[in-house]
Nanobody
């Protein structure tokens, strides 16, 4: 079955950097869109970045210029490079992938379990 596994979280001081990875398995990587979300304690989950099947990347306003998303299709891996981290970036970060079957993108997402990022 499809798995998404995030890693790379940790604790950093403000201004620091982290790179998150999301490795997929049993998934036709690159066929459908993928996303990074985050959820801070007591807050709703929010979209951080999207990458479409053809590689177009978008960011939420508060991370533009600081975060960079990328994918390596050969490694079935999605990345999120986070620079100039702020305390308000503290959250659990999740990778999500649009479900796919036989090359068709389905109208629901698959989720990883998340990786914690703490900036303090």
């Amino acid at each position: 079955h499809v798995q998404l596994v995030e890693s790379g979280g940790g604790s950093v001081q403000p201004g620091g950097s982290l790179t998150l990875s999301c490795v997929t398995s049993e998934y036709n990587f690159g066929t459908c869109g993928m996303e990074w979300y985050r959820q801070a304690p007591g807050k709703e989950r929010e979209l951080v970045s999207t990458i479409t099947n053809d590689g177009v990347i978008k960011y939420r306003g508060s991370v533009k210029g600081r975060f960079t998303a990328a994918r390596d299709i050969s490694r079935n891996t999605l990345y999120l490079q986070m620079n100039s981290l702020k305390t308000e970036d503290t959250a659990m970060y999740y990778c999500a992938a649009q479900a796919e079957r036989s090359g068709l993108c389905l109208p629901y997402k698959l989720w990883g379990r998340g990786t914690q990022v703490t900036v303090s």
